[in-house]
């Protein structure tokens, strides 16, 4: 069965550094996508970045990056200098085969808390 | 703007009540979506729904029930058989393969 695993609960970071956020994945299909959601304290969920099991490169959207390793089944998001309002929980979630269940099903792992320190 | 529209966004339930939490969305998506989340703790599918009049359990349907008579909109009602109602619920579209599209979530909390 597909699984997301992110094992920091809590991050701290310096404003203006960068942070590496874990995420891994487990998957037997060839075929899934990669995301990268940030929940601020209101609650609404809003998408960062993507990256495809087939992209070659790794995906970067303004001072996000995604450092996915396929062989280790990794895809951690990287934020550079970070800004007071990154403070968030962010979450990782695998898009799941379409032919398991008929249509595309997300996964999503626990989440990590990202405080940001002035 | 088009979007995904959640309502209301607190609901206070008593015990023993049925209560029908709205999603609409404007984006012309096939699929939505429903999720809870619990404090400090990930997404869990409740139930998703690829075309009008389909609709599939995910991994916690029991004590949920939804229906999905027009494309826009994709209610959920939590019956009186779900006995840890308190929760925050999202609801998700999306058209393709590509990223999810949440609302802003309806806070429950059992009174």
């Known amino acids: 069965a597909q699984k997301i695993t992110q094992t920091q609960p809590g991050m701290f970071v310096q404003e203006k550094e960068a942070v590496t956020l874990d995420c891994t994945y487990d998957t037997s299909d060839p075929s899934y996508g990669l995301f990268w959601y940030k929940q601020p304290s209101s609650g609404e969920m809003i998408f960062l970045i993507y990256?495809?099991?087939?992209?070659?490169q790794n995906a970067t959207e303004g001072r996000y990056s995604l450092n996915f390793q396929k062989a280790r089944k990794s895809a951690n998001l990287v934020i550079s200098a970070s800004q007071l309002g990154d403070s968030a929980m962010y979450f990782c979630a695998m898009r799941e085969p379409y032919s398991t269940s008929g249509t595309y099903k997300y996964i999503f792992g626990t989440g990590t808390r990202l405080k940001v320190l002035a | 703007d088009g979007g995904i529209t959640q309502s209301p966004k607190y609901l206070f339930r008593k015990e023993g009540q049925n209560v029908t939490l709205s999603c609409e969305q404007n984006l012309n998506h096939d699929a939505m979506y429903w999720y809870r989340q619990d404090p400090g703790q990930g997404l869990r599918l409740i139930y998703y729904s690829q075309i009008v009049n389909d609709f599939q359990k995910g991994d916690i349907a029991e004590g949920y029930s939804v229906s999905r008579e027009k494309k826009e909109s994709f209610p959920l009602t939590v019956t009186s058989a779900q006995k840890n109602p308190t929760a925050f619920y999202l609801c998700?579209?999306?058209?393709?393969?590509?990223?999810?599209?949440f609302g802003q979530g309806t806070r429950l909390t059992v009174v």
């Open positions: 998700a579209s999306r058209t393709g393969n590509t990223e999810a599209f």
């Open positions: 990256q495809g099991s087939y992209d070659q």
